[in-house]
């Protein structure tokens, strides 16, 4: 089954950028921080970053996320989605208006501009279309950024929300969790290393 999980690292203090985020310093100052996680050697960060790979039928994001990592210090083939694993899933854009070029032409791009609902139905139409050529049940995973995210909880649209807690206080940027959302989790599971606290809730 198809499910639509909410994927993100935060701070301690509920920040998922530095302050004075922007499209050459998309995480903000002190940002990095909070991904070092996806970058460790660590055997159970490496499960995380391959498990959730693995089960990523496609990707949603925001415009301003975006424009960050199709810009010209964004993605790469060492630092994309899923770099040095599975493969690559599709990517839905949540827009008012599609660009008129795209650096990273390479990826599945879909551009919405109907807004985040349909754009996360679209998603979903891909994973699960991804997942009967697999033989696998593949997820849509919202990767951000943080307002993407802050609606769709608000929206009731997330399934499962999977935040990877980092132990840093960044003391402003872009908070998780700006007052839209009230709801039940259900803790599933946490896994803690050195980088990160891994948890895994069902949202109610």
């Given at each position: 089954?198809?499910?639509?999980?909410?994927?993100?690292?935060v701070?301690?203090?509920?920040?998922?950028?530095?302050?004075d985020?922007?499209?050459?310093?998309?995480?903000?100052?002190?940002?990095?921080?909070?991904?070092?996680?996806?970058?460790?050697?660590?055997?159970?960060?490496?499960?995380?970053?391959?498990?959730?790979?693995?089960?990523s039928?496609?990707?949603?994001?925001?415009?301003?996320?975006?424009?960050?990592?199709?810009?010209?210090?964004?993605?790469d083939?060492?630092?994309?989605?899923?770099?040095?694993?599975?493969?690559?899933?599709?990517?839905?854009?949540v827009?008012?208006?599609?660009?008129?070029?795209?650096?990273?032409?390479?990826?599945?791009?879909?551009?919405?501009?109907?807004?985040?609902?349909?754009?996360?139905?679209?998603?979903?139409?891909?994973?699960e279309?991804?997942?009967?050529?697999?033989g696998?049940?593949?997820?849509?995973?919202?990767?951000?950024?943080?307002?993407?995210?802050?609606?769709?909880?608000?929206?009731?649209?997330?399934?499962?929300?999977?935040?990877?807690?980092?132990?840093?206080?960044?003391?402003?940027?872009?908070p998780l969790?700006t007052?839209?959302?009230?709801?039940?989790?259900?803790?599933?599971?946490?896994?803690?290393?050195?980088?990160?606290?891994?948890?895994?809730?069902?949202?109610?």
């Amino acid at each position: 089954m198809t499910r639509i999980v909410a994927d993100i690292s935060v701070s301690l203090d509920g920040y998922v950028t530095g302050p004075d985020p922007g499209p050459r310093n998309g995480l903000g100052t002190g940002g990095e921080s909070l991904h070092e996680w996806a970058f460790s050697d660590h055997p159970v960060d490496r499960r995380v970053l391959r498990e959730g790979t693995a089960r990523s039928g496609a990707v949603v994001l925001g415009r301003r996320l975006f424009d960050v990592v199709d810009g010209p210090g964004g993605w790469d083939d060492e630092t994309g989605y899923g770099a040095g694993e599975v493969g690559t899933p599709p990517f839905v854009v949540v827009t008012s208006a599609p660009p008129t070029a795209v650096r990273l032409a390479h990826l599945e791009w879909t551009f919405v501009t109907t807004g985040l609902p349909d754009a996360v139905a679209a998603a979903r139409r891909r994973a699960e279309a991804q997942s009967g050529e697999r033989g696998e049940d593949l997820d849509v995973v919202l990767m951000g950024g943080g307002a993407t995210i802050g609606s769709a909880l608000a929206a009731g649209l997330v399934e499962v929300l999977s935040v990877h807690l980092a132990p840093v206080v960044l003391g402003a940027g872009t908070p998780l969790f700006t007052g839209g959302f009230s709801g039940t989790l259900v803790q599933r599971s946490v896994t803690a290393t050195s980088t990160a606290t891994h948890l895994v809730y069902d949202v109610g």
